[in-house]
């Protein structure tokens, strides 16, 4: 196994400054040691609504991608050595596949298209017709019977949809609102995009469905040269006439197939035509572009320098990489893309430890057998080559791969782990799926409801993710606490690590480019109880939000001074809760990214993760602020204190109270939501700003909106801002007189500032909650008019997470 090094900045891959971009609300489920980088939809020129692309994208382009040579992607992705590429290469040239009839044709109609999707459908007849004269005798090198495992591969032009791939319910609201130019689907996916009658409309696919994605883009400057690229490829290879000599086909000869190996002859009157056609196919482009020389080899452009859709290109193809791996519950270690930039093409491959992509681009005219040889391959992929799961997650043997790839969900799938206790096996079923983490570098966690054998005797989940190795696994840190007498932590059952990245595509990676950095990560599962989400208890009534204050500041407090444990990541998601007793017993949950902090650790930032991210509507305001200055020169990272988990819990607790319990009506719910925006949307020095003032003006309070359900809990919330107005004064104060002392250093404890940010300090100046009775609810319920509440949510569980 090749050691993990950590990832450092590629300099082909630099981005705007990140400053000055904007945070799309709801989107904050990054990878762990992630800042929560902003979108920058607003600097890309693009046909798409780029609006809905998860802001992690960017940041993943800039701190997570390395280029590779052509050759070693090739060998490591789809196990083509460069001998084997140079021998299909060679067979191509020798079977004359360019001059064919149908490809020539393709190739004349993509070079002469006016915009980004006509450049499609030509380029689906383009794939096609290779793999015809693929499998056609004779056959290339190496390419048995058994050489399409997947044997009805097709690529499919999306333009032609009626409806966009749909998403999961757990990510409804927050996936993109677009799909890819191209895919490659199996063909019965293929068939659920066609009409199923007169009325009835296509029932369209899944993310999951998708085998791989192709996007195209069309840049004016570019494109209006590509018919003399395609000459210049035809006289290279001794061709008398070119595509861009030939005339615009009729449909009938479009969809004519030509038989392997002939070359159409074309009149003068024919080519008078074409170049007339080729002419308005161009129109809006500039007239005067200047020539350019071969791309053959050519080197990725920049991201961040020359032609804008190069930057969206990527950022686009990362945004379909996400909802391919978040959209599938797990069912995939990695996917696979392809851009094509006009002419150009470069491959992607994605993982949750970052991007590789081709550091060359191939372009389609002059480097056409190469491209020919790539497409072949993508056909010919086995389901582990499309990112199938490692063998130690099995499928149902009434499913097996690879007639039921892709699959939808692991759902049925065994797996086996050893309980802790007894060392026996015990063998695990996934039944439905729980939740898939809407991210795609990073940790991916995922969650299955189980049914083991030997049975337990409680109803659990299992949770997946892929974690950083060297860390202290959760389960070690749970077993720390719980000996220390820390309370409201969850119940662990048993545990397994079970695949590491670097075994798979990305040793061949490793070893393909010794210097090739990354970082690399294990698959662990571990099981727990179900507990149950706060949104089942707090949208019927917000009295038990003061008592889960209470557990929590308790837990938290437990575990900084007993075990010297910081939870970092105190989210809506990582409380849950289960009765005792007749009233609810919380629990905190995900230590994932929690911190075991001894001796000089605590005065330190702790990042042993390439990325940092943050639940953004829980983060303490001096975090976001702290994001905010991430890639400034000198900026160095704040050390994440007790004080700011503190502070999270505040944010659960008044977001709980916002957003949980129904509004009046309809109206008044959009309200309620607007009031959280202001925590989640926009710049990130607003965003910090924002929630300044909220959380340290208690007048803010008094004015916030809030649900007839939570309304008796405003003197509550305004104790609480009264606690940290009294803190952020004190450390104003502090930092004034530091900056006007001449003495080196001043007596002050920035953990608990000084004793005013404590668990007693903000108990003392909560006092004791208004009391919430059921006939007051009643009360409330025949005033407002409020009934019922919204539909528990099962994507309860992780989406979003602090740092690493």
């Not at 799938?413 to 795609?440: A, R, S, W």
């Amino acid at each position: 196994m090749p050691p993990a090094v950590l990832l450092e900045d590629t300099e082909s891959l630099l981005l705007e400054d990140l400053s000055n971009l904007v945070v799309e609300p709801e989107l904050y489920s990054g990878a762990e040691e992630s800042y929560p980088i902003v979108n920058t939809s607003s600097t890309l020129a693009t046909a798409h609504n780029n609006n809905s692309i998860h802001p992690y994208i960017k940041e993943d382009l800039k701190h997570s991608t390395q280029d590779v040579p052509y050759s070693i992607w090739l060998n490591a992705v789809f196990g083509l050595s460069p001998q084997k590429v140079d021998a299909w290469v060679a067979h191509i040239i020798r079977s004359k596949w360019f001059q064919d009839a149908t490809v020539q044709t393709a190739l004349h109609d993509y070079s002469t298209a006016g915009n980004q999707h006509t450049l499609c459908d030509p380029f689906v007849r383009l794939n096609k017709r290779i793999l015809e004269l693929a499998k056609a005798t004779p056959k290339l090198p190496e390419l048995g019977d058994g050489a399409f495992p997947i044997h009805d591969i097709e690529l499919v032009n999306t333009h032609k949809l009626k409806m966009p791939i749909r998403t999961i319910p757990e990510h409804d609201g927050f996936g993109a609102r677009r799909y890819p130019d191209l895919v490659l689907l199996r063909a019965a996916d293929a068939k659920k995009l066609l009409p199923q009658g007169k009325k009835a409309p296509p029932p369209g696919i899944l993310w999951a469905d998708v085998l791989a994605f192709f996007d195209v883009k069309y840049s004016a400057t570019d494109t209006a040269d590509m018919p003399s690229v395609l000459k210049r490829a035809c006289e290279n290879r001794g061709m008398t006439s070119s595509p861009q000599q030939t005339p615009e086909p009729s449909a009938t000869t479009r969809n004519r197939e030509a038989p392997v190996g002939q070359v159409e002859t074309l009149s003068r009157n024919e080519v008078q035509a074409s170049r007339a056609a080729a002419k308005r196919a161009r129109s809006s482009q500039s007239s005067s572009t200047a020539p350019r020389g071969g791309t053959r080899s050519r080197k990725s452009p920049k991201l961040g320098g020359g032609v804008l859709g190069n930057v969206d290109g990527r950022v686009q193809a990362g945004a379909y990489a996400l909802e391919t791996m978040s959209c599938s519950y797990g069912t995939r270690l990695f996917c696979l893309g392809n851009t094509i930039q006009d002419d150009k093409m470069s491959l992607w491959y994605y993982d949750a430890s970052g991007y590789i992509c081709t550091r060359e681009t191939l372009s389609i005219f002059e480097d056409f057998e190469k491209v020919a040889a790539v497409l072949v391959a993508f056909a010919s992929c086995t389901p582990a080559q499309l990112g199938a799961m490692p063998s130690v997650i099995q499928p149902p043997s009434s499913a097996p791969y690879p007639p039921s790839f892709p699959p939808a969900s692991l759902k049925g799938y065994t797996l086996t782990l050893k309980h802790p206790e007894t060392l026996e096996d015990v063998h695990v079923t996934l039944e439905d799926p729980i939740f898939t983490q809407y991210v795609l570098v990073g940790r991916r966690t995922f969650i299955y409801g189980i049914r083991t054998s030997p049975g337990e005797n409680e109803k659990c989940i299992i949770k997946f993710s892929y974690q950083v190795p060297g860390r202290e696994a959760e389960q070690e840190l749970v077993k720390k606490a719980c000996s220390a007498g820390v309370e409201h932590l969850p119940e662990i059952h048993f545990w397994a690590d079970l695949w590491q990245i670097s075994d798979g595509v990305r040793k061949l990676f490793y070893e393909g480019d010794g210097a090739l950095p990354f970082q690399d990560r294990t698959l662990r599962a571990i099981a727990y109880t179900r507990y149950t989400p706060l949104s089942e208890l707090f949208s019927k009534s917000c009295e038990y939000i003061p008592l889960m204050v209470d557990q929590m500041l308790d837990c938290l407090h437990d575990l900084r001074y007993k075990v010297s444990i910081l939870h970092r990541d105190v989210s809506k998601n990582n409380i849950m809760y289960e009765m005792r007793d007749d009233k609810p017993h919380f629990i905190l949950i995900d230590y994932d990214l929690a911190k075991e902090i001894t001796g000089f650790d605590a005065h330190c930032s702790s990042s042993t993760s390439q990325h940092r991210t943050g639940t953004l509507p829980f983060m303490a305001y001096e975090l976001v602020e702290d994001a905010a200055m991430y890639g400034e020169p000198g900026h160095v990272p704040v050390v994440h204190r007790l004080r700011y988990d503190f502070e999270s819990l505040f944010w659960v607790a008044l977001w709980c109270a916002v957003k949980m319990p129904p509004g009046r009506d309809a109206s008044e719910d959009r309200r309620l939501h607007q009031v959280v925006q202001g925590w989640e949307s926009g710049l990130l020095t607003m965003l910090a700003r924002n929630k300044k003032t909220l959380c340290t003006t208690p007048s803010e309070i008094r004015a916030l909106h809030l649900p007839p359900r939570s309304e008796h809990l405003r003197n509550w919330f305004w104790n609480w801002c009264k606690v940290m107005k009294r803190a952020e004064t004190r450390l104003e104060e502090y930092e004034a007189a530091s900056e006007a002392s001449d003495r080196l250093w001043i007596p002050f404890d920035m953990e608990t500032v000084d004793g005013l940010l404590t668990r007693d300090s903000i108990k003392e100046g909560l006092g004791s909650a208004v009391p919430y009775t059921a006939e007051l609810q009643k009360t409330e319920e025949a005033t407002h008019g409020v009934s019922g509440g919204p539909k528990l949510d099962l994507s309860w569980f992780l989406d979003w997470f602090r740092p690493e």
